[in-house]
């Protein structure tokens, strides 16, 4: 998996509000942080990412 580094995130139980800054770029649910690396939700102190087929549970 290419690293991430977290830098700040939002969470709003409205999931259109939820998003992430991840590698120096704003990302929302759905979207690529880096190719084949798709943030899948974002929860209030954790994200779940998909990386080519496979979730990672990261804390920050």
């Given at each position: 998996?290419?690293p991430?580094?977290?830098?700040g ?10 998003m992430?800054i991840?590698?120096?770029k704003?990302?929302?649910?759905g ?8 943030l899948?939700?974002v ?6 990412l ?9 804390t920050?």
């Amino acid at each position: 998996m290419p690293p991430v580094k977290v830098s700040g995130s939002s969470y709003s139980q409205n999931p259109a509000h939820r998003m992430l800054i991840a590698n120096g770029k704003v990302v929302h649910e759905g979207q690529e942080i880096e190719p084949g690396l798709k943030l899948e939700t974002v929860g209030p102190r954790s994200a779940v990412l998909n990386h080519r087929g496979t979730l990672y549970n990261i804390t920050y």
